[in-house]
């Protein structure tokens, strides 16, 4: 393990930050959109409000187990799921990111088709797809500090764009569209909101083996998701509360802004993909490790330029649905063996006295995905966030079903 004191290998909770909200700007700019035009300009304040404190909580903790591990998110899980086991959870982990890369490589390169398609030029979308990706791979293949240099550059300018754009429709003043809204459940709003972002908040150890010190762990947990998460969502939302429109480019068109709003979803892409591909190369090189990180990085932006070019939007939704009930449980199963079992550290050398594949964590998983997927459906009712739900369920079920390693230990030694 590395030592928790600053050094030059670490980050700061600032630095962090700026990554973490480059990742989060396209799903935030894909759903806020979708649910500002179902909520009232009030409720839509508290939800996002209340959205970000949860996942403040949340993201404190699981980043703060990757600050006291020193490891990603797919060797804390070996803990939890046994060696063997926790291969499985990884190919999940490796399927939704990749997911994710290939999703945001297609909008990237669609937007980008819109944007010469205003100038009167006809680009095929394949080929920005493919340009995207060597973007999306120039910025990743040089590890954790160049993705901050990107993020750094990026999120300000991101942020600027924002504000413009929120300038526009404010100065504007379209007619309130209120008899146009769905008005969606205040309980279902909030999750869209946590939801959005939760794979991110289950990952967060990634971001947390990198950063300096405990203290810099929580300073990312709550600019991030109790700050800049609600900030971000509200401004994405406010076009389209505003003018009833279920898209960022459909609310700024009639407002003559459909520019701004285009490149600001390009540079979003941007940010988000170079995450997303960080973190897809710490999973995939769990499963490859004989392989380079840098040729790993380089074959997913091979396969996501395959991808990405085919027509995967109309499995976007069905996607995000998968995400939401799977990997929330991956995280309340690990907080739940942090919280008592390794506060005090990760020692790998006691994988190798513990089963290799733990089936009762398995068990806790599946029973997890089921409340999380019962409760999405509505087939019944708890927090009202089936992401959270189905992470209380897996945290409340490991503990009761879990044994202390030292009796396993025990055990086999006897």
Not at 48 to 63: E, P
Not at 93 to 115: K, P, Y
């Amino acid at each position: 393990m590395r030592k928790t004191e600053t050094s030059p290998g670490t980050a700061s909770g600032l630095h962090i930050t700026m990554i973490l909200l480059g990742i989060a700007m396209t799903p935030v700019l894909l759903s806020s959109s979708s649910l500002g035009n179902q909520l009232l300009e009030g409720q839509l304040i508290s939800v996002v409000a209340l959205g970000g404190a949860i996942l403040a909580i949340l993201s404190a903790i699981t980043i703060s187990v990757g600050e006291k591990a020193r490891l990603p998110t797919y060797g804390i899980v070996k803990f939890s799921f046994g060696n063997k086991g926790a291969i499985a959870i990884n190919i999940l982990m490796a399927i939704s990111l990749f997911g994710w890369i290939s999703v945001t490589a297609n909008m990237f390169g669609h937007t980008v088709q819109d944007l010469f398609a205003q100038q009167g030029v006809s680009v095929p979308a394949p080929l920005l797809v493919a340009i995207g990706c060597v973007i999306f791979t120039i910025s990743t293949a040089f590890g954790f500090a160049v993705l901050g240099k990107v993020a750094q550059l990026a999120v300000p300018v991101i942020g600027l764009m924002l504000c413009y754009i929120l300038s526009v429709v404010l100065d504007t003043q379209p007619a309130p569209v209120t008899e146009a809204l769905n008005g969606m459940e205040t309980g279902v709003a909030v999750s869209s909101v946590v939801g959005t972002i939760i794979v991110l908040v289950a990952t967060l150890p990634d971001f947390g083996s990198f950063v300096h010190n405990r203290k810099h762990a929580l300073i990312a947990a709550v600019l991030t998701f109790m700050v800049a998460y609600p900030l971000l969502f509200w401004a994405g939302a406010t076009p389209s509360n505003i003018t009833g429109q279920g898209s960022l480019l459909g609310a700024m068109a009639p407002l003559g802004a459909a520019l701004p709003a285009a490149l600001l979803l390009v540079f979003a892409c941007v940010t988000g993909n170079a995450g997303n591909m960080f973190q897809g190369t710490l999973v995939v090189s769990t499963l490859l490790e004989r392989i380079p990180k840098w040729q790993i990085t380089i074959a997913l932006g091979v396969l996501a330029t395959v991808v990405g070019s085919m027509d995967i939007m109309s499995w976007f939704i069905p996607f995000l649905l998968f995400l939401g009930i799977a990997t929330p449980p991956v995280a309340g199963i690990y907080i739940a063996d942090f919280l008592r079992y390794r506060s005090q550290g990760y020692d790998e050398q006691l994988l190798a006295q513990e089963p290799t594949i733990k089936w009762s964590t398995f068990v806790v998983w599946v029973l997890g995905s089921l409340v999380g997927f019962l409760t999405a459906n509505g087939v019944i009712t708890l927090t009202m966030i089936p992401s959270l739900d189905s992470i209380l369920v897996a945290s409340l079920g490991y503990l009761a079903l879990s044994r202390r390693p030292a009796l396993i230990a025990n055990e086999r030694a006897n």
